[in-house]
């Protein structure tokens, strides 16, 4: 009888538990070991970030803007010029010579400051001349030279065996895709028909 009663009770107090737990809503807790999650991206939708892009893209379209540093801006524009010469005249071998030239001094300028004898050893290179070397080669003004350059190396009439051993992995860099591809030069034809007539 003594069992009777005690399975009574506990049957009146589990139903009482869990009706009172029904009524509040059947609220849980748990106990978690890791700590409240927070985010680590501070970015938000229309942020300064988007629009800073949007600005140095705009200003590397419509301005010639640089970090003012003489001897790099002579390069740059000098490659700036070869670069939308030989885009305009790729059959030109004058062209092509002053692409070439422009072309390699404004990979040894970035090679002087990155001071690296292999760059495709980089990884053992000094990482902060590196960072020193990419921040000088990405003003408005280098962003135009890079886009003249790839626009005038899509023309084929300029291969990688144009260029010394030791800056081809920097030219190609600068280079865009069309320095990549198989030797096809565009004035292969007119060369084969001036020849033909000989």
């Known amino acids: 009888m003594s069992r009777f009663i005690l399975f009574t009770c506990m049957a009146f107090v589990t139903t009482f538990v869990g009706f009172s737990w029904a009524l509040r809503g059947f609220p849980t807790s748990s106990f ?9 991206l501070s970015a938000t939708f229309d942020d300064d970030s988007a629009k800073a892009y949007e600005r140095k ?3 590397a379209e419509h301005t ?5 540093d003489p001897k790099l801006d002579a390069l740059r524009m000098d490659a700036l010029q070869a670069g939308t010469a030989y ?3 790729p059959c030109d071998n004058t062209m092509k010579a002053n692409l ?4 390699s001094a404004y990979a040894r300028g970035y090679m002087k400051i990155y001071d690296c004898p292999t760059p495709a050893m980089g990884m053992f290179c000094s990482e902060k001349k590196r960072d020193l070397a990419n921040a000088a080669y990405s003003t408005p003004l280098d962003v135009r030279v890079k886009a003249a350059l790839a626009e005038a190396f899509e023309q084929k009439g300029v291969v990688q ?6 800056i081809r992995l920097t030219v190609l860099a600068f280079s865009g895709p069309g320095l990549w591809s198989d030797p096809s030069p565009v004035c292969l034809p007119r060369q084969r028909a001036s020849a033909s007539r000989r």
């Open 32 to 40: 978690s070991p890791i700590g409240e999650l927070k985010p680590t």
């Open 100 to 103: 070439i030239a422009a072309t």
């Open 161 to 166: 065996e144009d260029f010394p051993a030791e």
């Open 57 to 59: 893209m705009w200003e």
């Open 64 to 68: 010639a803007q640089s970090d003012k």
């Open 87 to 89: 885009a305009m005249s």
